[in-house]
Structures are given as structure tokens and as C-alpha cells.
């Protein structure tokens, strides 16, 4: 069994042949799918979808790419969801991302500080986008003791993943690391202890080595299981058991109901 720890199965990407990825994933021995959420008008469904599929849960938030969608009541109108419902796995898709012009930074970090107290609050991990921003998050991270989740496709530098390892979170790939061109990825994955790795797709984007410009679905990351496998050395088996062990005890299976 293995876990896809971020999937955005309620995209519209997977509206034709929803059922149809589902089904081929499971084949291939997917156990369990967490969808994070991006912005507030995206939380109905990633609720609806979890509520339809066997072992597929969701996460709340408001993702850094998706400005322009939030408002500062959402920040509240989390809070208030989180209250109402038991089973959500985590906060996210929260975040920075540096590719956004530096004025919008102040907005990025203040929805991203409020979010992360708010998991504090309710004691739920966070699922955390940072790209190009790696540092910043670390920062917000140290402030905030105690703060446990995922840096999920993580694309830093070893120097990095050790601190976000001694703050006690996981880091998460996917798909990006298994290209040729994802040396210095590959490095810093081979140097990691398994115990802080999770696997994910990130579906519909970053599709693995050998599948350019194609829709990544869940069924995939038994392939990029196989590659970060290979990548480091080790059994597929020994990175699925290690993997889906890490996401189990990351997301919490007594209280969210991950495991049952």
C-alpha cells in the first residue's frame, strides 16, 4: 500500500473520468488520497469528493496562488469550518510563493501566519506550498514551536531539509524529482532518512520522468514510487512501507479517521 499524501482530485481536470483514476489507482495498490484545498470556493468539493471516495480525505486553506480569491473573513470562516467537522486531515494547501510579485508578499504572509496559528489551535498538521520560499517559511515555522506538518513538493536544499526536519516536519515528492535534469533534487533526496519522506503526485501537474505535458492522475505514483526507489537505492517496498507509515502518523488516523 502506498498513500498519495497531495492530490487535487477535485480539480476540473479529473471531471470526465473521475471514477475511472480512482479505480486504476486503487488497482495499483493506492491506500489512501488527502486533497488539499486552494481557496474557500473550492472547500464544498473537496468535501463532497471525500465523502464519496473510500479512503480519500481532504485538507482546508487558502493557497498563496489563489490571492486573489481570498478575503480576510475566509481566515474566520476556517476557523469556523474546522469547528463543524471532524474528519478534516490537515490545514492546507497554505504558503508562500516567491514567483508572485514582492508587493503581494505582506498579503502571502499574513494569510499563511494566520493559518498556521489556526493549526496550532486545532492542533492539525499543515500542508505547506513553498517555492522560492523555502527560508521565509522555515522563519514562520521557527516562531511558531510545536507546528507539525509537510513541506510537500520540496525542491530545497539539504541545509534546508535539515532544519525543516529538526522543526519536525516531513517533506514531500513527487513526480519533479524523478527527471534527469532534477540532480541536485535527486542528491538531497538520497541523503534524507526516510522517516520525514512522504510520496505524492500533486495531480493534475508535475507529472514524473517520461510523461511531459500529460495530466498526472493518482495512479502514477506507483511509478514514482518505483523512481525514487531506484533514486535512492532502496526496495519500492521498504519506501511504500516507510512512506505510508510517515503519513499515518503525520495526519493523525485516531482523530481524522484515516485509518478505518
Same mark, same amino acid.
Given at each position: ?46 468535501? $463532497?469528493?471525500?465523502?464519496?471516495? &473510500? ?55 499574513a494569510y499563511f501566519t494566520a493559518q498556521l496559528d489556526i493549526a496550532l489551535e486545532r492542533d492539525l498538521p499543515v500542508i505547506i506550498h513553498a517555492r522560492k520560499s523555502v527560508d521565509q517559511v522555515i522563519k514562520a515555522i ?19 531539509? $535539515? ?29 534524507? &532518512? ?12 508535475? &507529472? ?9 492522475? &493518482? ?29 499515518l502518523h503525520l495526519f493523525k488516523p485516531d482523530a481524522s479517521g484515516l485509518g478505518d
Amino acid at each position: 500500500m502506498f498513500i498519495d499524501s497531495h492530490c487535487h482530485f477535485d480539480f476540473p481536470a479529473f471531471d470526465a473520468d473521475r471514477d475511472a483514476c480512482w479505480q486504476r489507482a486503487r488497482g495499483l495498490g493506492l491506500g489512501h488520497l488527502i486533497i488539499p484545498a486552494v481557496n474557500k470556493v473550492r472547500w464544498p468539493r473537496v468535501m $463532497e469528493i471525500a465523502q464519496k471516495y &473510500p479512503d480519500v480525505h481532504f485538507a482546508l486553506g487558502l493557497h498563496p496562488l489563489y490571492l486573489a480569491d481570498h478575503q480576510p473573513e475566509h481566515i474566520e470562516d476556517l476557523r469556523a469550518h474546522l469547528q463543524e467537522r471532524q474528519h478534516v486531515v490537515a490545514i492546507g494547501e497554505i504558503g508562500l510563493d516567491g514567483t508572485l510579485p514582492l508587493s503581494r508578499f505582506e498579503e502571502q504572509w499574513a494569510y499563511f501566519t494566520a493559518q498556521l496559528d489556526i493549526a496550532l489551535e486545532r492542533d492539525l498538521p499543515v500542508i505547506i506550498h513553498a517555492r522560492k520560499s523555502v527560508d521565509q517559511v522555515i522563519k514562520a515555522i521557527r516562531q511558531r514551536p510545536g507546528l507539525r506538518g509537510v513541506v510537500h513538493s520540496f525542491s530545497g536544499s539539504l541545509q534546508q531539509a $535539515e532544519q525543516l526536519m529538526n522543526q519536525g516536519f516531513m517533506l514531500g515528492f513527487g513526480g519533479a524529482v524523478t527527471w534527469d535534469r532534477a540532480k541536485r533534487l535527486q542528491a538531497v533526496l538520497q541523503a534524507l &532518512p526516510a522517516n520525514v519522506l512522504l510520496l505524492e503526485t500533486d495531480a493534475p501537474d508535475q &507529472p514524473g520522468a517520461g510523461h511531459a505535458r500529460e495530466r498526472n492522475e &493518482p495512479a502514477w505514483l506507483a511509478e514514482i514510487l518505483q523512481q525514487i526507489a531506484a533514486i535512492r537505492g532502496e526496495s519500492h517496498e521498504a519506501l511504500a512501507n516507510a512512506t505510508t507509515a510517515n503519513a499515518l502518523h503525520l495526519f493523525k488516523p485516531d482523530a481524522s479517521g484515516l485509518g478505518d
